[in-house]
């Protein structure tokens, strides 16, 4: 490599390293939000609830929000089928641990268009 060129290319990976580190700075998801816009908008809420040993019930709520009232709640239950059981490890306040079996839990994933 020609003598002239290395502080350029040293120069280039410099501003490169730079740029990579302050390209994964955490980024504010501006989707999320702490309060619904209550002047026209859709409340969803979802949650899966252990019944018995075979089933789970799956609870939707909407709530229809507008002009700043709550004009609609709806509600949805669906009976899935239980996960069944899992062997964990649980840790109380004092820091003892003990192995349980719980119930294993459905993951939610919600796609909005």
């Known amino acids: 490599m020609n003598k002239n060129m290395k502080p350029i290319v040293l120069a280039i990976l410099g501003a490169a390293a730079l740029f990579f580190l ?5 980024k504010q998801n501006e989707d999320i939000t702490q309060s ?5 908008s859709i409340e969803t809420a979802v949650q899966v609830e252990h ?17 700043n009232h709550e004009v609609k ?9 239980s996960l069944g059981k899992i062997n964990t490890t649980a ?5 003892d641990t003990k192995n349980v079996h719980v ?4 993951e939610i994933f919600i796609t909005v268009k």
């Not at 302050?22 to 955490?26: A, K, L, M, V």
């Not at 619904?36 to 026209?40: A, E």
């Not at 019944?51 to 002009?67: C, F, G, P, Q, R």
């Not at 709640?73 to 089928?81: E, G």
């Open 91 to 95: 840790e109380n306040a004092d820091g």
């Open 36 to 40: 619904v816009n209550k002047s026209g």
């Open 22 to 26: 302050f390209s994964c700075e955490d």
């Open 73 to 81: 709640t709806i509600f949805y239950r669906d009976t899935l089928p």
């Open 51 to 67: 019944l018995d040993s075979l089933h789970d019930v799956l609870i939707t709520s909407h709530k229809v929000w507008a002009d």
């Open 103 to 106: 119930k294993k839990d459905y």
